[in-house]
């Protein structure tokens, strides 16, 4: 689960919908908020649930750190490189919610919804028997499944409808509405446009890895044969904002 604050309520639950509060920032931001950027209009409960300690670009895409909670949340690597799959039934609690450099698709039984990667900590709750199934991708991995950048999802909490088009949307809506096992149509859905986009972006995976490891920007760039200019843009399209602060998402995310 997500990291939580002291003294917040619950444990931590991933991703937050209209209901939710904003409080203060906990990552400096290096890139300016466009209006929109706080993701207005959402569902109340829609969650991410679990913090990223590690990345890497192989089956098995993200290493957890679980901390209990009142609510019955599962999850399971995906077959899928860079995926995780999660379930939850929202107990009515409310949660707090650190970034933690992923983006996650969710399904809440009614309407599927794409959570951004965040820059500040927010306040989730749900009622209670909400159910969820999710998908979630790790830094530099939802891109590549969406076909948009990152930064443009930056706190936002969408449709998934505006995001990729209502065709493809809604032949997985009709899917879901029609299963009892959620989280494998989304699976290969995830499966299905990874391979529709070339695979994942191995290059932007091995940054989120060394910059997971704490190793210094300017280091990661001479490794990857880019300038510190051309590592800034493609973070900010890759993960949501600039290799400084995501290897601060990161480190606060496996503390």
């Given at each position: 689960?997500?990291?939580?604050?002291?003294?917040?309520?619950?444990?931590?639950?991933?991703?937050?919908?209209?209901?939710?509060?904003?409080?203060?920032?906990?990552?400096?931001?290096?890139?300016?908020?466009?209006?929109?950027?706080?993701?207005?209009?959402?569902?109340p409960?829609l969650l991410?649930?679990?913090?990223?300690?590690?990345?890497?670009?192989?089956?098995?895409?993200?290493?957890?750190?679980?901390?209990?909670?009142?609510?019955?949340?599962?999850?399971?690597?995906?077959?899928?490189?860079?995926?995780?799959?999660?379930?939850?039934?929202?107990?009515?609690?409310?949660?707090?919610?650190?970034?933690?450099?992923?983006?996650?698709?969710v399904?809440?039984?009614?309407?599927?919804?794409?959570?951004?990667?965040?820059?500040?900590?927010?306040?989730a709750?749900?009622?209670?028997?909400?159910a969820?199934?999710?998908?979630?991708?790790?830094?530099?991995?939802?891109?590549?499944?969406?076909?948009?950048?990152?930064?443009?999802?930056?706190?936002?909490r969408?449709?998934?409808?505006d995001?990729?088009?209502?065709?493809?949307t809604?032949?997985?809506?009709?899917?879901?509405?029609?299963?009892?096992?959620?989280?494998?149509?989304?699976?290969?859905?995830?499966?299905?446009?990874?391979?529709?986009?070339?695979?994942?972006?191995?290059?932007?995976?091995?940054?989120a890895?060394?910059?997971?490891?704490?190793?210094?920007?300017?280091?990661?760039?001479?490794?990857?044969?880019?300038?510190?200019?051309?590592l800034?843009?493609r973070?900010?399209?890759?993960?949501?904002?600039?290799?400084?602060?995501?290897?601060r998402?990161?480190?606060?995310?496996?503390?």
């Amino acid at each position: 689960h997500r990291r939580t604050q002291p003294g917040r309520p619950n444990q931590p639950s991933r991703r937050t919908g209209s209901g939710a509060t904003m409080v203060a920032p906990v990552v400096p931001v290096e890139v300016g908020h466009r209006p929109g950027d706080r993701g207005h209009g959402a569902p109340p409960g829609l969650l991410r649930t679990t913090n990223v300690v590690a990345l890497r670009c192989g089956p098995m895409a993200t290493t957890m750190s679980m901390v209990p909670d009142r609510s019955t949340y599962r999850e399971r690597p995906s077959t899928v490189q860079g995926v995780t799959v999660w379930t939850r039934v929202a107990d009515g609690s409310t949660s707090s919610i650190l970034p933690d450099g992923c983006l996650d698709v969710v399904w809440d039984g009614r309407e599927l919804r794409v959570a951004g990667p965040d820059t500040t900590v927010h306040l989730a709750s749900a009622p209670v028997g909400t159910a969820y199934a999710a998908v979630r991708f790790a830094s530099g991995v939802g891109p590549s499944v969406l076909g948009v950048a990152a930064d443009g999802l930056r706190d936002e909490r969408l449709l998934l409808a505006d995001v990729i088009g209502a065709d493809d949307t809604d032949r997985l809506v009709e899917l879901l509405l029609t299963t009892d096992d959620s989280s494998r149509h989304l699976e290969r859905w995830a499966a299905r446009r990874l391979e529709q986009a070339g695979g994942l972006d191995r290059t932007m995976c091995h940054v989120a890895m060394l910059l997971g490891e704490g190793r210094a920007v300017a280091e990661v760039a001479t490794e990857v044969g880019f300038s510190d200019r051309q590592l800034h843009r493609r973070s900010l399209a890759s993960f949501g904002y600039g290799p400084k602060v995501l290897a601060r998402v990161l480190r606060l995310a496996s503390s």
